[in-house]
C-alpha cells in the first residue's frame, strides 16, 4: 500500500483557558470581537457569523466572568440607536490574537514541514 503522508497538512487552533482547563476564549470568539468592532453591533456580528444571539450574550458573559474584565461595551438604542463596541481590554485581547498568528503561525507551520520531511524521510 502506497503512503498517504504526502496528503497531510496542518491545521491548529489557538484558544486561552483557565488553569483548570475551562476554555475561555478562541479564534471563533475573536472573530466575533472583531466583527462586534467593524460593525458597531453585537447583533450585526451575530447576523454576520450566523450565531445565536441568545448563546452568544451567554458565552460573552462567561469569557467576561472568566476573565474579570468585560471585553464590549454596549448602549441602548435612542434616537440614533444603540451600539455596541470593543472596550480597551477587549481591543487588547484581539490585538494579542492577531500578533500571535502574525508573529508565530508561520514558525508553527515551518516546523510542520520540518517534522513531515523527517517523517516522509523515515516512511518510504
Not at 491548529?12 to 466583527?35: H, M, N, R, S
Not at 434616537?79 to 487588547?92: A, C, D, Q, R, S
Request: net charge positive.
Amino acid at each position: 500500500m502506497k503512503s498517504k503522508i504526502d496528503n497531510l497538512r496542518l491545521n491548529f487552533k489557538i484558544w486561552l483557558e483557565t488553569i483548570d482547563q475551562v476554555g475561555v476564549l478562541g479564534d471563533k470568539k475573536c472573530d466575533l470581537l472583531k466583527a462586534i468592532n467593524e460593525t458597531g453591533s453585537l447583533n450585526d456580528a451575530i447576523k454576520k457569523m450566523g450565531l445565536t444571539y441568545r448563546k452568544t450574550w451567554d458565552n460573552l458573559h462567561k469569557i467576561e466572568k472568566e476573565l474579570g474584565f468585560p471585553l464590549i461595551k454596549p448602549t441602548r438604542g435612542g434616537l440614533e440607536g444603540g451600539n455596541t463596541v470593543l472596550t480597551t481590554e477587549g481591543k487588547i485581547i484581539v490585538a494579542a490574537f492577531d500578533k500571535f498568528h502574525t508573529e508565530y503561525d508561520s514558525i508553527i507551520r515551518s516546523g510542520f514541514e520540518t517534522i513531515l520531511s523527517e517523517m516522509k524521510q523515515k516512511i518510504k
